[in-house]
C-alpha cells in the first residue's frame, strides 16, 4: 500500500477530516499498518499502553474478565480508534481487544498519538468525545444490568 492511499485511508476517518493531508502523510509514514486474524489480540488487560490503533477494515471486541468468562464491553468497527484510554491515563491496558474477523488497523505509536493530540486540538476533542460517549454506554449497559 503506498503513502497516498494510507493518506486516503485516514482522510475517511471523521477525526482526522480537518488535518492538513501533509500531517496525514506524517503520521501515515510513522505508523505502521498491522492486521490481525480473527480471535488474535491486539492487547491483552494489563498490558503497556505503548499504542492507538485506528481499525481501518474489521472488528474487534473490547472485554473483560467475567466471574463467567469474557464479558463484551464494545464490538468497534472501521474508523474507530481503540488503545487511547491507557495512552491517556498513563496506566495499563484497562481491557483485552481481540480481533473478531481479520482486522487492519495503523498502529500509532504512543509518542506519536500523544504529539498529534497536542497540535490538533479538534482530534483531541473527537477523541474526549469518543471517551464520552462509551462511558454513557457503558453507564447505561450498568444500569440495565442492575434493573435486569
Known amino acids: 500500500m503506498t503513502l497516498e492511499t494510507e493518506v486516503q485511508s485516514l482522510r475517511q476517518v471523521p477525526m482526522f477530516r480537518e488535518v492538513d493531508p501533509a500531517r496525514l502523510k506524517l503520521l501515515a509514514f510513522t505508523s505502521e499498518r498491522v492486521h490481525f486474524a480473527d480471535g488474535q489480540r491486539f492487547f491483552d488487560r494489563g498490558d503497556a499502553a505503548d499504542a492507538a490503533y485506528l481499525i481501518l ?77 462509551r462511558l454513557e454506554m457503558t453507564n447505561q449497559q450498568l444500569a440495565r444490568m442492575r434493573t435486569g
Request: no cysteine; proline share 6%; hydrophobic share 50%.
Open 57 to 133: 477494515e474489521g472488528e474487534a471486541a473490547v472485554t473483560l474478565d467475567g466471574p463467567q468468562g469474557p464479558i463484551r464491553l464494545a464490538l468497534l468497527g472501521a474508523n474507530a480508534l481503540v488503545g487511547e484510554m491507557g495512552i491517556l491515563a498513563d496506566q495499563p491496558r484497562s481491557a483485552t481487544v481481540t480481533a473478531v474477523v481479520p482486522t487492519t488497523a495503523l498502529r500509532i505509536d504512543r509518542r506519536v498519538f500523544l504529539e498529534l493530540l497536542s497540535q490538533f486540538p479538534q482530534i483531541a476533542i473527537a477523541v474526549m468525545r469518543e471517551l464520552a460517549h
